[in-house]
């Protein structure tokens, strides 16, 4: 069993950054894929970004690209989320999810769920 708590969500001015984090306990991180997912009010949750095992692996929805990093230090069992030059578009409930893929873009691919941080882009 994997709890997985998020942090790092709030209000942030368009063009701003935030970093979002995920902790994990339970178990090592280092046994699953990562990924972060988003819902905003009114929409299916959406795939962000994906990071394998080792960190050697990434990927992201093509509306992401250039502006988000997914990292992770399995040493610390957490996994990041940087976000730069945010726009109200971004404006949604973040979640980070294990898998046991290799990389995974579907939530049913998704284990284990965090409870979600909100992250709000508006002036």
């Known amino acids: 069993q994997v709890q997985l708590v998020e942090s790092g969500g709030g209000l942030v001015q368009p063009g701003g950054s935030l970093r979002l984090s995920c902790a994990a306990s339970?178990?090592?991180?280092?046994?699953?894929?990562m990924g972060w997912f988003r819902q905003a009010p009114g929409k299916e949750r959406e795939f962000v970004a994906t990071?394998?095992?080792?960190?050697?692996?990434?990927d992201y929805a093509g509306f992401v690209k250039g502006r988000f990093t997914i990292s992770r230090d399995n040493a610390k069992n957490t996994v990041y989320l940087q976000m730069n030059s945010l726009k109200p578009d971004d404006t949604a409930v973040y979640y980070c999810?294990?898998?046991?893929?290799?990389?995974?873009?579907?939530?049913?691919?998704?284990?284990?769920w965090g409870q979600g941080t909100q992250v709000t882009v508006s002036s």
């Open positions: 999810a294990a898998s046991r893929s290799v990389l995974a873009y579907v939530t049913s691919s998704y284990d284990y």
């Open positions: 339970g178990r090592t991180l280092s046994s699953y894929a």
């Open positions: 990071i394998g095992r080792t960190g050697s692996l990434t």
